[in-house]
């Protein structure tokens, strides 16, 4: 009887646990990514293939973004590296996707509002007080996306 409640209580663990292994999975390789791109950027003249090393971090940082739904450090990440590639068009695209992670959060929870980057903060709250009035008069048609 022991036995079959103790493996019970590891499959219910199991199943509880089963969705947080791929956010924690993404956060060790958003902190590798990380890690990655302040090297190249500290040593500039000590890396070789810095542009084709810069792509790779933006990938593996929108691939971690895509399994941290909310969270724009990803957004953020790829967009800083296409932005020291040289890429600015490319840079901007993840700029608007983590202005739309950025909103999602505030419109969740407004008190989230402090938290986001000054260069953010001003568009983000006028935003969000365009969609509240649209809420408050019944016309929103629907909740901010997420980016991804």
Known sequence: MRVARAIGLGAVLAFLFRPEVPRYRAERRLGAASAAFEYVIDRPTEVQGA???????????????SDLPGDTRGWTLAGSCQLVNGNADRALEKRFAAEASFLRAVWISPALLRAVPKEFAGSIEAELHRMEKELAAGRLAAPPARAD
């Open 51 to 65: 542009p084709a090393i810069l792509d790779r971090i933006t990938d593996a940082a929108l691939a971690a973004a």
